[in-house]
């Protein structure tokens, strides 16, 4: 049976608390919030994989990990996303950092080795998807959504990650955690 995985940072508890609250201020927005307990860092999303595949991930992921140390991840500002096009989310985004960075290029590195995986060419900095826009309604809003934030967390383990879509939205769960030393 095939699972649909990915890679992933999850945020402590109070980080996804404030993040949650930032719902707060716009009551009426034309979107759907994620949920407080799916708010994460995508590293890299693999995909529809069987079991077999799974475990091949699982040991490539450990083997890029290896011995990395903690980390923290800044996030700055939470603003419409993605960049020069019409928003599609609403995303609390983070510092540029150069030790998440090469943490995620190892494992694309690693992962790059299946040949179900489709490494993104894109530049990457993390984010965080606090909602996605409903875009027939937000054309009729248009409202604009920058705010600073200054929000700080350690980064202790990555994890791979199972998503399970379902009429009221995805459900995440870790299926194995990869604790940094």
């Known amino acids: 049976m095939s699972k649909r995985i990915f890679i992933a940072i999850n945020l402590p508890e109070d980080v996804k608390n404030k993040l949650a609250d ?18 994460h860092v995508t590293l890299s999303f693999i995909g529809y994989i069987d079991d077999e595949e799974l475990l091949v991930v ?19 500002r939470i603003s419409l996303g993605p960049t020069g096009k019409s928003p599609r989310m609403i995303w609390a985004i983070g510092a540029a950092n150069p030790i998440l960075s ?12 299946n040949s179900f995986y489709q490494e993104e060419n894109r530049p990457y ?30 980064v202790d383990s990555i ?20 604790l940094l030393k």
Request: proline share 6%; hydrophobic share 35%; glycine share 2%.
């Open 102 to 113: 090469k943490l995620k290029n190892r494992i694309e590195q690693e992962l790059a080795q």
């Open 22 to 39: 930032f719902r707060k201020d716009y009551p009426d927005l034309p979107v759907h919030w994620t949920k407080k307990d799916n708010l």
């Open 159 to 178: 994890d791979v990650m199972e998503s399970v879509l379902s009429r009221t939205g995805p459900e995440y769960f870790v299926l194995e955690p990869i």
């Open 58 to 76: 699982i040991k490539q992921v450990k083997r890029a990990v290896g011995k990395h140390q903690l980390f923290n991840i800044d996030l700055e």
């Open 125 to 154: 900095y993390p984010h965080i998807t606090l909602a996605r826009i409903k875009p027939w309604e937000w054309r009729k809003d248009r409202r604009e959504i920058k705010q600073e934030i200054l929000l700080s967390f350690e």
